[in-house]
């Protein structure tokens, strides 16, 4: 049985591409790491909408432009197990990539393309500073751009939890194919109705809701998995003799140690049987 090849694929950033929270790497810096991840526990887990913590976030917290711009360089330290070489391998096999995050827009651009993404294909959120912001005219300093403080943020479809939809349809708006979006929070999970199928993920933090509810599922940190699930596991025929083999074999190997659950046995039985097929091509019995 032929698995279907997605070719839209919407990653979501934090918790997903990266090991961290951008949100939580701002409130450490500002000694209110506790109180603003409480905020994003409970947004990520469906318990409180997005739009009721986003601006109490960030006002609790006051960042200056140069802290916003340092959390570009926390995504990179922590970047998610061979997500770079996933998302190098989609574009291989012809997917569309893009990020689509509650994050702040500056960092998760920067940090996207860093992974290989188009800046076209990126949308977070923006902000806005406040460029009187600060003393350095009582301490005879020259001001720097990097002292604004953060003044506001620009509301719209990625600062409510369920908005991201809104996101993936203006950015498949009349292209063809299949699309599928992975990540791990609930604002992820509502967005699964814009797409043909949704991955949840756990290999950083996994919530409840997400795992219960996704069609699919990943466990394990590596997302070496994914190129299976979006491509087709058949698709590491093309894959022979270029860099990207050892990622999608990677993907294979683990899904045949468990890293995969389906809430749905259909979708199951379907993608087993394409697993199945494809390993007795690469490794035909002997007669």
């Not at 509301?155 to 599928?180: N, P, W, Y």
């Amino acid at each position: 049985m032929r698995w279907p090849h997605y070719e839209h694929v919407f990653f979501d950033c934090d918790s997903t591409l990266t090991t961290i929270e951008g949100i939580d790497v701002l409130a450490d810096h500002a000694g209110k790491k506790w109180r603003v991840e409480v905020l994003t526990r409970a947004a990520m887990d469906g318990e409180l909408d997005l739009e009721e913590v986003y601006g109490k976030r960030l006002r609790a917290v006051k960042p200056t432009r140069e802290q916003i711009r340092s959390i570009r360089q926390a995504y990179k330290r922590n970047v998610v197990e061979d997500a770079a070489a996933v998302i190098a391998t989609l574009q291989r096999l012809g997917h569309k990539v893009y990020i689509i995050s509650g994050g702040l827009a500056e960092p998760v651009e920067e940090f996207g393309i860093f992974l290989g993404v188009p800046k076209e294909n990126i949308r977070a959120v923006g902000v806005a500073y406040n460029q009187l912001s600060g003393q350095w005219w009582e301490q005879n300093q020259p001001y720097t751009e990097g002292d604004a403080q953060y003044l506001t943020y620009e509301e719209g479809a990625l600062t409510i939890s369920d908005g991201k939809a809104q996101i993936v349809r203006e950015l498949l708006a009349d292209q063809r194919g299949r699309s599928l979006l992975i990540g791990d929070g609930n604002s992820d999970l509502l967005a699964s109705k814009a797409v043909d199928l949704f991955v949840g993920y756990g290999g950083i933090i996994e919530r409840q809701r997400v795992l219960t509810q996704s069609p699919v599922y990943l466990h394990t940190t590596s997302l070496a998995p994914l190129t299976a699930v979006a491509a087709g596991p058949a698709a590491i025929s093309q894959l022979q003799d270029t860099p990207h083999f050892s990622v999608f074999q990677k993907g294979l190997d683990l899904i045949q140690t468990g890293a995969l659950t389906f809430n749905d046995e259909r979708l199951k039985s379907k993608f087993t049987e394409a697993v199945n097929a494809t390993y007795q091509t690469l490794y035909p019995r002997p007669d």
